[in-house]
C-alpha cells in the first residue's frame, strides 16, 4: 500500500510540474511574440497544453472528491455512488468470471487436478503438502465449533442416507451373495456358531416345552405329558445342533440347500415387492436419536483423529506413510490417463456447480463488502491502485492539447 501511495504521489507531481510549466511558457511566450514571432508556435502549444491539463485535472479529480471543494455537480462520483459501484463491481466478478460456461473454459485450459497429480506423485511434494495442511487444520478446527461441525456433519450423511436405495441394494447383494462361489464358505461358521447355541441353550429350550406341555392341570397326565415335552424338545434340539454342526463342517450337507433356497425365495419376494420393508426399516434407523448420536460420534472421533495426526506430522514425529499413500495414489493417476481425466471432469463439474448455485451469493459479499467501506478508504484504495494511470491521463491531456494547439495554430496561418 505504501509503495502505491509514493508511486501516486511521484505521477502526481510530475503531472502537475508539467501544468506549471505550461503556464511559464505561455506567460514567457506573451512576452517575447511580439519581438519574435517563433514565440507565437510556444504560446500556441502552452495554452493549448494548459486548457488539455486543466481539464483531465478536473475529470481524474471529479472521480473521487469535489474539485477546489466546489459541489459541482457530476463530480465525487466514488463518494457518492459507492453502493452502486459496490453492485457494479459485485455484477462484473460473477459475470465474467464465476459464471459456468467461464469456470468450466479456465477449468479446462489450467487443469489443476491434472497438475497437481503431478506434482504430488513426488514423495517429498506429498510430504510437503501434508505438513502444510496439518498447519492450518488446527487453527480451522480451533475457529469453528466441534460440536455444531459434528451436528452439521451428521445431519449430512443423513439427508445423503435418505436417498439410498436400501432395497435395491440388499436385492443386489443378495443376487451377488447366491452367485459366489465362496458361499457356503461364509455360512459355515454361522452354522456352527448356532449349533453351539442351541446346545447352550438347551435347557431353556426343554423349560418352554414343558410350561407349554398339554393337560398341566391333570397330576398324573399332566406330568407325563410335561415329561414327554421334555424328552422330545431335548431330542429335537440335539438333533438340530448336530445337523448344524455337521453343515459347519461339511459344504455339501443338505441343509445349505435348504438355506439357499429360502434365500432365493426371501430375494424373489424383494424384487418383487420392491423392497418396501427395507426403506421402512431405513426410515426407522435414521430417525432414531441414537443414529444422529452415534453419527456425530464417529465425526467427533475422526476429527480428534485428525488433529492427532496433523500434530504428528506438524513435529515430524509422524511417520511417512500418509505422504507415501498420497504420493501412490498420485502415481496411479499419471499412469492411468482416463481416470485422471475422469477425475479432471468430476472435480471441474463440482466446482462449475458451486459458483453457478452460490454466485449470486459471491456477488453478494463483492457488493456488501465495497458498500462496508469507509467512503474514505475505498477512494484510498482506488486511487492507490489506478491513480498512478490516471495521472497519466493528466500528462498525456497536457502533451496532446499542446499538439492539438500547434496543429490549430498552422491552420489558421494557413487560411487567414
Not at 83 to 103: C, D
Not at 217 to 230: F, Q, R
Amino acid at each position: 500500500m505504501k509503495s502505491g501511495q509514493e508511486k501516486l504521489r511521484r505521477m502526481r507531481a510530475i503531472a502537475t510540474g508539467l501544468l506549471v510549466v505550461m503556464v511559464f511558457l505561455y506567460a514567457l511566450s506573451r512576452s517575447l511574440q511580439e519581438a519574435i514571432p517563433a514565440w507565437e508556435w510556444v504560446r500556441a502549444f502552452a495554452e493549448a497544453a494548459m486548457v488539455g491539463a486543466l481539464a483531465d485535472w478536473f475529470a481524474v479529480t471529479a472521480l473521487f472528491r469535489h474539485p477546489l471543494g466546489l459541489p459541482i455537480p457530476h463530480t465525487a462520483i466514488v463518494r457518492k455512488e459507492k453502493k452502486r459501484i459496490g453492485n457494479l463491481v459485485g455484477q462484473f466478478v460473477r459475470g465474467s468470471f464465476f459464471t459456468r460456461e467461464e469456470v468450466s473454459r479456465q477449468w479446462s485450459e489450467w487443469q489443476p487436478v491434472t497438475r497437481l497429480a503431478s506434482w504430488l506423485q513426488q514423495e517429498e511434494n506429498a510430504e510437503r503438502a501434508l505438513q502444510r495442511l496439518a498447519g492450518t487444520l488446527p487453527v480451522f478446527m480451533a475457529r469453528v465449533d466441534g460440536g455444531e461441525l459434528s451436528r452439521l456433519g451428521a445431519g449430512k450423511i443423513r439427508e445423503g442416507l435418505q436417498g439410498l436405495p436400501v432395497g435395491r441394494l440388499v436385492t443386489v447383494l443378495l443376487q451377488g451373495f447366491l452367485r459366489s462361489p465362496s458361499r457356503r464358505e461364509v455360512l459355515a461358521p454361522i452354522l456352527g456358531r448356532l449349533s453351539q447355541t442351541v446346545t447352550d441353550n438347551r435347557d431353556w429350550v426343554m423349560d418352554e416345552a414343558r410350561k407349554g406341555a398339554p393337560m398341566r392341570g391333570a397330576k398324573i397326565l399332566g406330568a407325563i405329558t410335561e415329561v414327554a415335552a421334555m424328552a422330545v424338545s431335548g431330542k429335537a434340539v440335539e438333533k438340530l445342533a448336530g445337523e448344524l454342526a455337521a453343515a459347519a463342517k461339511d459344504e455339501e450337507h443338505p441343509l445349505f440347500e435348504k438355506i439357499e433356497e429360502a434365500l432365493a425365495q426371501t430375494l424373489q419376494e424383494l424384487e418383487e415387492g420392491g423392497g418396501g420393508e427395507w426403506e421402512a426399516f431405513k426410515e426407522r434407523v435414521l430417525a432414531d436419536p441414537e443414529t444422529q448420536a452415534m453419527l456425530e460420534d464417529v465425526i467427533s472421533g475422526f476429527g480428534r483423529y485428525l488433529l492427532l495426526e496433523a500434530k504428528n506430522l506438524e513435529e515430524g514425529t509422524s511417520s511417512n506413510h500418509w505422504a507415501l499413500f498420497l504420493a501412490g495414489v498420485a502415481h496411479r493417476l499419471q499412469s492411468e490417463p482416463e481416470k485422471l481425466r475422469s477425475l479432471e471432469n468430476t472435480v471441474e463439474e463440482v466446482v462449475a456447480r458451486f459458483f453457478e448455485r452460490h454466485g449470486a451469493g459471491i456477488e453478494q459479499i463483492i457488493s456488501g463488502t465495497v458498500d462496508s467501506w469507509e467512503a474514505t478508504d475505498l477512494i484510498e484504495r482506488l486511487e492507490t491502485q489506478v491513480g498512478p494511470d490516471l495521472q497519466f491521463i493528466r500528462i498525456n491531456g497536457t502533451l496532446i492539447g499542446g499538439c492539438v494547439g500547434l496543429l490549430l495554430h498552422g491552420l489558421g496561418l494557413l487560411i487567414w
